[in-house]
């Protein structure tokens, strides 16, 4: 199988946090597109992960960009020494060999990337290869799956009504405070106390945002400081590296985030 | 011949709503180009679907973006072993060989896709390829469509007056309660109370348009909602999923959808 | 001869409204170059048809367009088994083979295309092809015609000044009342009295130009609602479809436009 | 001699309106590059045509526009059977062998243009042609001239002052009324008369430049005009045709010079 | 090994200001992606170098700027007398090789560059190189570090969120006086008397460092004084070639620069 | 040696204002990348051919403009019978064989271009060559020049800081009366007294800066005059052909500049 590859073989960890895996799984029996909602580093791109997993399905993921045209997702002639030859796209492997096709944060990516998977994504399921004049039917398994930031949109840049329409969404966002924790200690080997404060801290600079910060503290931000203390940097410094740094250049919002970490010890 | 691929072999359901699959005969009849003129969702790729079927031609449909050139749709030379080869996009298949060629959302494209059409859509019927100095007749067969969203358009963003005026066109919207609610009950197998529950809340949707949401719940969605519900999930969890989620990021505006929906249980 | 393709060999329906066939035969006597100008649908293409059938000149139309490039018209290497050869593009066959060059709407295109015809367009008549360092000079029976939608110009977007003034111009606008109508019945296969009811509804919506309507009823659209009426469709549906849908999506518009229909009849 | 093709033969008919033709010589004779400002169509070009028959130089004239590249001046590689080749472009061929080479409008031309002429517009007298390592010296006879239209300038589109300052200028503009009537009469074939009714003609539509012409008839739209009587169209139909319908749209002015010309006759 | 080449033989002199030293150390045991952040001419390359030197890993610098593409990250086709063959880009290479990557001034990248990234930054550590349907897994010891002058970021050119949000960060600032004047004379030849005027004399530029100044002067520039005054420039002479011509135009915080000095002799 | 035709042979002329000759020498032995600062036309193209002719050094010169990419400066693969073979660039080319490289108004280049000679400008004097995986070291004799001119800088075109940090800079303006007196009479072949003439007439139009003038009358523009003048051309028809003409079209401006000279006699 060509997509040997792109199997997840061992069990990726994803901490639940409702029924999104139910009905995931709902959306894939029904083979309807999926959107997964929600902001940076809150686990979206673990949790396909897990899907693929649990569904035993090859994982195709494409990080979406502004120069991403539609030849890069379906494929283009290459010369070799006979002349030209088709190499399929990300897409197009995807769509022939049954795999999961992960587009992230396909918003960023030019209009003609999102035309090009209307007609997979109703109830046509094909894929037309206009160089080639071939209309490819999808594989029976192939599923197509699109992360979508709402924080991020603007006026020039969102999603086409007839695009969105196409899918199912399900919501992803912080997880609760002793959930995150679990999540923390588990993927930095820090023990439940230090996690847990680690998580009080993110969220108090989830409640600068809007005040000064564009974001707060992701989950994986969290995890970062996590892993650097379990290697014997002391909280503070950590915390400092692994979050204030870089999330903010303001040297009051700086202050304000050191202060409410201090309050925590 | 070149474009089995390309015919319908199982009638496509469409539900007809008014006149026009007569119109629609009678222009094809006349080789008049046609105009699917409405929202996204309502029915009319599955038109043209339908249309094909019943004419016997195959269909080469077309999803045009703005980054699509003049020589996505008529051809371009390509390397092989023995220096380069022309190979016909599309259009020119559609033309040659007396296909209907579906240009969706043709407002999208370029403007040389645009103009490339003009020579097509009057009494010339010809496709002058200019890369090979070639001036292809069509086939008696031949048909072009297009569709065109009116909600979108803007002034940048709009037909030029001399593209609008050589087509005849169709209007399509949402269709009557009874109606839409046939369609949703046939095309995600649930029952006619269901159904009706449904297009009931999606017409509530659509009295929203304006009022903070671009567009209602399209019958698609309605049909996506169906399907979920069809495979166990709630009434309740399946609007959020498959209309709520994906057509707001706004808290307000996803209360208001939700209580829309409560109220009609 | 390479252009047979491009001889026109059935006379060309075309009723003249002035002394314009004249002026024509003139002008292509001296070999000035000449410019339509005209709103669309008025018949600049049919006339320029026409006069390449009276002058027994083969015909080369160019639809120009915003990505329409100087290399377009002129030529290009393309690579073929002996490395590259040379091919002439539209504008350089027309002009090594003495036929008549319309340049369809060239406002449009960008400025390296206007810029290449000057020197065809006094009186050195040679194209330069900077890509091969080859003068060509003009065929005796070369002849240039551009046309112009002096509605559509912007400051933006107009011709140059070095331009126009090497043009020789001829105006085009809607036929009178009997002319049109005349025109209408040949073309469609109405009878004259349908036919000049459609004339009268055409001619009120001109009246609506700059009142709602970026520009009325073109004597094509009038054509394809007779082909629809001479089909069997209604009078009333024919000139919805082949008027009043294409041409606006304002609800108040159209109303106008269905009563100034209905007091017709 | 490779630039056979680019010698003029017959003299190009040239009416000095002042001591141009002697300042030439001299910049010729010093080689310093020259600058022919002015509005269009009042004999840049045929200016040039009648020095390089003058000096017996071969003239390479480009047409420069903004979408011209370095490379459309140099030269570039072309693929051919034994791999690349290069060739070299129009100011190349000019440089090596002694040619006057004409730029026309550089304005227009893209900044890399105006550049790549610049070491050879000052005492070093060199084209760098990067792509090839290769610094051409130019040949002894090698003359550089530009066109300039100070009308068309504006703050976004100007000559560099690092390229103005390279150039010795020549000014150019509408000759005095005898001395126009001699070029329109002797280029179309009028008797004088006419001519002289014609060059009247044309400087009334000079004053009304401002008035809602962006530019009066040149020399050139006269000699139209003129050519257009020779064959028989009468005075007024032929004005109408070569100078009134070409220079504007507006009804208005078109009515101002109907009635400036009514008043000559 | 295929990077012979970029491993560095010598220890690049660096003088650490805090325990940076200890903290990268820390993220590259962790493997977390680690940014640079500072002004320009502090020592943000040189401490990269110094640590790849400490790490005994070899260091892939790209310097990134507008107009690089994922492709010249990632790698492209190269044509050869066989065909095709693909080439690894510098980042490629890295994540092949284990080398350290440093991705100098990221932000000016286009944001198919820094998407490219992602996936390489966070817990899966591989690049997907779409164009080959290859899925690179990261050498063990390959780590990825950027650097970001918080400076020049504005609105329309910064870092997403979700980048950011993916490496821990390092803070660089101007060094103490002391440790900068120690810097200045092991770098420049100077004695500590000199090195010391110098750095007082940067120091009051940097008091201007909004004032009229962009940036003060750094480091680099004060190494370049001393290296012209170790050469018997004077003092004055060296300072203003050095600092006050390069940094500023403008002839009063010229002036005011050269008071500032000459207040310290 | 590959660079023999980019030695100077004959001692360029050039008349020192300063102390200029000796920084540059100074710093090309500390091999510090120079910046020359000035306005155009006063002689810093010449400076630095005088000075790669005392240091006896190849003179690699490349004019940058807007549309120059890095590629143009560190060179690309080109096909040949073989497939493709890289060809350095100019820069590359000096690099390796240890010319001069002067890049002429490097502010007009696109950032890559600025940026892909940070490495070359600081301490490491390296020039990776992403395309090959090739880390270039520089030739020991290898010197950095780029020229800048002050008053053509906008905020949205000049360099960055990191980039001017990198360069010590030298000064160039126009020079004293006498010595640019010296310098005309020198280039031109005029008599002193003439000499001094159009040196005071062109400190008269250096007055007109800012009041309609963008820039005065550079020296090379008065060796310009001095040459007509003595090939005959009287100093008042002179001055007009190299100085006034080409430096404004504004008639008042014009008739400023006449007075100015008409009173020097």
Redesign the interface.
């Known amino acids: 199988m060509e997509l040997a590859?792109?199997l997840l073989h061992d069990e990726p960890f994803y901490r639940p946090v409702g029924?999104e895996v139910h009905?995931y799984e709902?959306?894939y029996?029904?083979r309807?597109p999926v959107?997964l909602?929600g902001?940076?580093?809150v686990g979206k791109?673990r949790f396909i992960e897990h899907m693929a997993w649990r569904l035993k399905r090859p994982l195709v993921?494409?990080?979406?960009?502004?120069?991403?045209?539609?030849s890069?997702l379906v494929g283009r002639?290459?010369?070799?020494?006979?002349?030209?030859a088709w190499?399929?796209?990300?897409l197009a492997?995807a769509v022939r060999h049954g795999a999961i096709c992960y587009l992230?944060?396909i918003v960023?990516a030019?209009?003609?990337t999102?035309?090009?998977i209307?007609?997979l994504a109703?109830?046509?399921r094909v894929l037309?290869i206009?160089?080639r004049?071939?209309?490819v039917r999808a594989h029976p398994d192939f599923h197509l799956v699109i992360s979508y930031?709402?924080g991020?949109?603007s006026v020039l840049k969102d999603l086409?009504?007839?695009t969105?329409?196409?899918?199912?969404?399900?919501?992803f966002n912080y997880p609760a405070a002793e959930v995150e924790a679990e999540i923390v200690a588990h993927e930095s080997g820090v023990d439940m106390a230090v996690a847990e404060r680690l998580v009080r801290a993110g969220q108090r600079s989830r409640n600068l945002r809007g005040h000064g910060l564009?974001?707060g503290?992701?989950t994986?931000?969290l995890i970062?400081a996590g892993?650097?203390i379990a290697?014997?940097?002391s909280a503070d410094?950590a915390f400092e590296?692994?979050v204030i740094?870089?999330?903010t250049?303001d040297p009051d919002i700086r202050s304000a985030l050191r202060e409410a970490v201090a309050a925590l010890s």
């Open positions: 590859d792109y029924n009905l709902v959306a029996a029904a309807m959107m909602k902001p940076t580093g791109t993921t494409v990080a979406c960009h502004e120069d991403m045209t539609a890069d002639y290459l010369l070799d020494s006979a002349g030209t190499h399929d796209g990300p492997v992230d944060e960023e030019r209009q003609d999102t035309v090009v209307h007609p109703d109830d046509r037309p206009e160089k004049n071939e209309l930031n709402p991020y949109q086409k009504e007839s969105k329409q196409r899918f199912g969404a399900i919501d564009e974001e503290a992701s994986r931000m970062h892993r650097l290697r014997g940097v410094e590296m692994a740094l870089p999330i250049d």
